[in-house]
C-alpha cells in the first residue's frame, strides 16, 4: 500500500543530522586504521570551530544559540570539511575552511536550509585555491605516528617526501602524461591497491557502508547515490573498454579519492541539491560527469567539489523543468509536460 502524499512521519533536524554522523563512523574507523589518528584531531578542531562560529553568528543575529548547536547541523557541517581535507592538515587551515562553510556559505545566506551551495564544497575549493601545495599533503600511510601527525597539525616542520604521499589520482594524471605511459604500467607505482588508492580502499567501504544505513532508515533516497555512481562508473567504463591503457577502470575510479563520500554525504545534500525524483538524477548524474571530465582532462586529481558547486548554480532549473506530475492532472507542473 503506497502512503498518501502528505502522510509523513516527523523527523527532526537533530535526528537526520545525528543519523549522517552515525553513518559517517565506518569510514572514519577505517581512515583511522590505514592512514593514523591524525583525523580524529582535525575532526575535533573542526568540530569547535564550528561550534563556536554557530554559536557567535547566532548570538549576533540574536536568536536561540542552544537550538542552532543543538540541530547537529554545524557538527556535520564540520566532519564533511575536516573529511575533505588532507588528515595532517595543520589547524589554522582546518580552522579557515570550517569559518568559510558556517560563516560565508551557511549564515550568510540565511543559515540553516538557505544556502544554495554545499558549505563543505564551497570551504574544500576555497581551500585548494588559496593554499593547493597544503591541500596536496595526503600523509603517507606507513611510517607517521601519532605523535608526528600531532607535531605537523600543530605546525611542524614539512619534509614533504618523507611524509606525504601522491594519492593514486594524482599518480595516474601525472603518470599518464609521460610519454608511452599506460595505466597498467603507472599503476604499478606505491600508490595503488587492488582496486584504487592503496589503503583508501577500506575508507571507500566504510562510506559505503554507511550510505546503506542512511539509505535503510530513510535518511537519503537511492537516486542521487545511484546516479552518481551510475555515471562515473558508467563513463569511466566505456572510455576503459575503448582505450584501457589510457583510461582508468570504473572500478578505480569508484574506489579513489572522495567517491563513495560524495555519492552518500556529498550530492545528497537537502539544501543545496535538487528536490524532485529527476531532478535529483540529472543532478547528481551531472556531478558524476564533471568528477570523471576533471580527473581526466582537468588540472586536480579529483573534481568532486567542483561538480557539486557547478551543479549547485543548476538547481533552480533541474527543479523547475522536472515538478512531478500534479496528483489529479495529466500534465506536469510547470509547464514540463
Not at 616542520?157 to 603518470?175: F, V
Request: charged letters at 10%; a positive charge; one cysteine or more.
Amino acid at each position: 500500500m503506497i502512503h498518501s502524499p502528505y502522510v509523513r512521519k516527523a523527523v527532526s533536524v537533530q535526528r537526520t543530522m545525528g543519523l549522517v554522523l552515525i553513518a559517517l563512523l565506518p569510514g572514519i574507523a577505517a581512515y583511522v586504521w590505514q592512514a593514523g589518528p591524525a583525523i580524529l584531531v582535525n575532526l575535533a578542531l573542526a568540530t569547535v570551530a564550528a561550534v563556536l562560529a554557530e554559536a557567535l553568528v547566532m548570538s549576533l543575529r540574536k536568536r536561540p544559540i542552544g537550538l542552532a548547536v543543538a540541530d547537529l547541523s554545524a557538527v556535520l557541517t564540520a566532519w564533511l570539511v575536516a573529511l575533505s581535507l588532507p588528515a595532517i592538515a595543520p589547524w589554522w587551515l582546518t580552522t579557515c575552511a570550517v569559518l568559510v562553510a558556517i560563516l560565508a556559505v551557511k549564515h550568510l545566506y540565511g543559515g540553516l536550509g538557505q544556502n544554495p551551495f554545499n558549505p563543505a564544497m564551497v570551504a574544500y575549493c576555497t581551500m585548494i585555491v588559496a593554499f593547493p601545495a597544503l591541500m596536496s599533503q595526503w600523509p603517507a600511510l606507513d611510517g607517521l605516528g601519532f605523535a608526528d601527525q600531532l607535531a605537523l597539525i600543530l605546525g611542524g616542520t614539512r619534509e614533504l617526501d618523507a611524509i606525504t604521499a601522491a594519492t593514486a589520482l594524482d599518480s595516474l594524471r601525472t603518470g599518464l602524461r609521460a610519454a608511452g605511459a599506460t595505466v597498467e604500467a603507472v599503476s604499478q607505482g606505491p600508490a595503488f591497491g587492488m582496486l584504487g588508492s592503496r589503503g583508501w580502499e577500506w575508507v571507500a567501504a566504510g562510506y559505503a557502508l554507511g550510505g546503506l544505513f542512511l539509505l535503510a532508515r530513510g535518511i537519503i533516497t537511492w537516486h542521487m547515490p545511484v546516479a552518481f555512481i551510475a555515471a562515473l562508473g558508467g563513463l569511466a567504463g566505456v572510455f576503459w573498454l575503448i582505450d584501457p591503457a589510457h583510461y582508468g577502470s570504473p572500478l578505480f575510479h569508484l574506489a579513489s579519492g572522495g567517491a563513495m563520500l560524495a555519492a552518500f554525504f556529498i550530492v545528497t545534500d537537502p539544501v543545496s541539491g535538487a528536490t524532485t525524483p529527476r531532478g535529483k538524477l540529472l543532478f547528481a548524474a551531472g556531478v558524476g560527469l564533471i568528477v570523471w571530465l576533471i580527473r581526466n582532462f582537468g588540472a586536480y586529481p579529483d573534481g568532486i567539489a567542483f561538480g557539486v558547486l557547478l551543479m549547485n548554480i543548476c538547481v533552480p532549473l533541474l527543479d523547475m523543468k522536472t515538478q512531478p506530475r500534479v496528483f489529479g492532472h495529466r500534465e506536469a507542473a510547470g509547464g514540463d509536460k
